[in-house]
């Protein structure tokens, strides 16, 4: 498990992510994306209630550093990272293969522990330390936006700007993904079922 | 992260498990646990839809083997653990931080992958390798029963024989968990619901 050794906890904005809100009871129809002044991202009240995706620990878009033994030993410090997306976009991809319009992403952060309680080994979620979101929703340019909620925001404008902009979240997200925009070779039931309804990108 | 290094993958039965069923459509009123024969639990159809408790990986009752450099290495497998409880459960927990009667718990093992696609460390989840379930139902005898399911069983009698017995269990269930008879202390949404609710047990 070299790979694991003080990895550089980077939970990647234009990872597996994806965030938006769900708020059923106050969104227009459905349990889709909610936005304040046009194109704001509200913050979902209730994502942990949503269809849960797939769970990563240490997830970085870079290799780790390499193991200087020179180096003063890091402090060990785990991610993990839980995506979970709306009921009703769910239901739709199961069906189809597809994200329908209005779908949201949420990518919520926790830190990890070990050896607490029973637990004599391995690692189990603890804190939250931070929530990302993606939508595909046709009121965007090109169909996606993507936002990180800062703290406790209730609601977060499209990434656009520097240091992470925008550009490099499309850009990855088109890239690297297995469908569509989304990273659903890392979400095994999703992987299933994209590939027997034959919209997975070529190479997955 | 010496505690991972060739950490036995040992999903606990015992562990923050909980396996049930959940085929909404089938069952009587609610989402709770189905049964054939009285009391053998029929595997949950529709457990992905339920509601994500959290995650782990190589979560293990045991302290992992010491390290011995003069032993052949050990092939590097690691095991994701994701746990689902049914939803009215859930409804029913987040208003008084306890488990009502017909309970079920889902505990689902998976492989994880690494340095595939754009993933360079770290880990994620893939393949699916085991069941398991918990269930508080008033129908056995102390109120709580403990299932693995083999294979693809469409549906497992409770746990009461070696080499797993339904006292180990039990005893673990009783001893160790932070609510109830279930590890509340690992599902970091719930801990905060349960000492809000003052339902923690002592020590915790």
Redesign the interface.
């Known amino acids: 498990?070299g790979?694991?050794?003080?990895?550089?906890v980077v939970i990647g904005l234009a990872y597996?992510v994806s965030f938006s809100l769900g708020v059923r009871a106050q969104q227009a129809p459905g349990d889709g994306p909610r936005y304040v002044n046009a194109t704001n991202l509200v913050r979902p009240a209730d994502y942990?209630?949503w269809?849960?995706l797939?769970?990563?620990?240490?997830?970085?878009?870079?290799?780790?550093p390499s193991s200087d033994p020179s180096s003063s030993p890091q402090p060990?410090r785990?991610t993990?990272t839980?995506v979970?997306v709306n009921?009703s976009s769910?239901r739709s991809f199961m069906q189809t293969g597809k994200w329908p319009d209005r779908t949201i992403f949420v990518l919520e952060a926790?830190d990890?522990g070990?050896?607490?309680?029973?637990?004599?080994?391995?690692?189990?979620?603890?804190?939250?330390t931070g929530l990302e979101g993606e939508v595909k929703d046709s009121r965007f340019p090109d169909g996606w936006a993507f936002f990180a909620f800062n703290g406790t925001a209730e609601s977060v404008e499209p990434l656009s700007g520097e240091p992470l902009a925008r550009g490099q979240c499309v850009e990855?997200h088109t890239k690297?993904t297995?469908v569509e925009r989304t990273?659903v070779?890392?979400?095994?039931?999703l992987l299933e079922v994209a590939r027997q309804k034959g919209t997975l990108k070529p190479g997955f």
Not at 3 to 8: E, Y
Not at 54 to 64: F, K, R, S
């Open positions: 498990m790979g694991m050794k003080s990895a550089a597996g942990r209630e269809i849960f797939g769970a990563g620990l240490d997830m970085a878009y870079n290799a780790p060990e785990h993990f839980n979970f009921p769910y926790r990890s070990s050896e607490a309680s029973i637990n004599k080994s391995g690692r189990f979620q603890a804190g939250f990855c690297n297995a990273f070779q890392f979400y095994p039931t």
